[in-house]
């Protein structure tokens, strides 16, 4: 018995030291790069291309101010943080109303409608750009912020309204029966059971929100036109042209763009740690 013991834990710990060989290298997969860009963040153009994997010979620290002040980033910012905060809120509070009425409330129109939202999932982002584009221009949203806010908000909403809805189909019927039996009202109802009881798919919404929007380059470059209106990527992407590329700028200012999202997924590793593996779908 106790060659067969010894056998068992040798097999443990070959795989626990597999395991932590295989994290180890996806940890190393996953900095590699991040280090590699702010390496090269504080690298001349010239510099990086006669070097592109060693370390500068000096820091050229002036990439960080002037991609700031050339790429508009001031503004930039403050206009991706309004377009990210404002369009996360706007998805996650339709996506909860809608989830629960169609998942608890009983009406005959319920399925088609759930079905034409769950059908935007599958439409890509090309195949509606030229009639968004003559839709935002007819109406004349053209190069406003309100413009750019209505097309985040109907994109996003069919992933996060079929997320919603089927997290809320798992939580028991009773709950709903046994407070309305006790006179609330549907609104209560979402309000004090619904609603907090969904928070860990809230949490999956809001992660695929805030880096889908943040990071978003192709509706706002064709929605806007002046600079008042524009977001940090098309910032970023002012660095980088056919003809030529100031590499270390375009790599201060990918620096710039990233910092807030660590930051974000730094201070709120363990809320959003917990929301994913809580509000996975249950199939």
């Known amino acids: 018995m106790s060659y067969i013991r010894d056998d068992v834990s040798a097999k443990r710990r070959v795989g626990m030291v597999l395991t932590y060989a295989l994290l180890i290298l996806f940890a190393i997969l996953a900095i590699a790069p991040l280090l590699w860009l702010a390496i090269n963040s504080f690298k001349t153009s010239q510099e990086y291309q006669m070097n592109r994997l060693g370390f500068p010979k000096t820091f050229f ?21 309004i ?18 009425a169609f998942s608890k409330i009983n009406n005959r129109n319920t399925k088609w409608i759930y079905g034409s939202y ?5 439409m890509t982002l090309q195949s509606i750009m030229i009639p968004l584009f003559i839709v935002i221009n007819q109406v004349g949203l053209y190069d ?8 985040y908000i ?5 992933m996060g309204i079929y997320l919603a809805t089927e997290f809320m189909k798992s939580i028991p019927n009773a709950l709903v029966e046994s407070a309305r039996l006790d006179g609330a009202h549907y609104g209560r109802i979402f309000i004090s059971i619904m609603a907090p009881m969904a928070a860990p798919v809230g949490t999956t919404i ?11 380059f192709m509706l706002i470059n064709m929605l806007t036109s002046s600079t008042k209106n524009k977001s940090l990527p098309v910032g970023i992407q002012s660095f980088a042209g056919s003809l030529s ?3 270390g700028k375009l790599f201060a200012s990918l620096m710039i763009g990233l910092i807030p999202m660590l930051i974000f997924y730094i201070i709120f590793r363990k809320e959003i740690t917990k929301g994913v593996s809580a509000g996975a779908v249950k199939g």
């Open 61 to 81: 620290w002036q990439n960080y101010p002037q991609a700031w002040t050339r790429g508009h980033f001031g503004i930039y910012i403050i206009n991706s943080v």
């Open 206 to 216: 809001a992660i695929l929100q805030i880096s889908g929007t943040w990071n978003e």
């Open 144 to 151: 406003k912020k309100l413009g750019v806010l209505i097309p």
């Open 83 to 100: 377009y990210t905060a404002v369009t996360t809120v706007a998805i996650l509070a339709l996506s909860f109303m809608s989830g629960f």
């Open 245 to 247: 590329t100031d590499y």
């Open 154 to 158: 109907g994109i996003g909403l069919p």
């Open 118 to 122: 769950v059908v935007g999932i599958l």
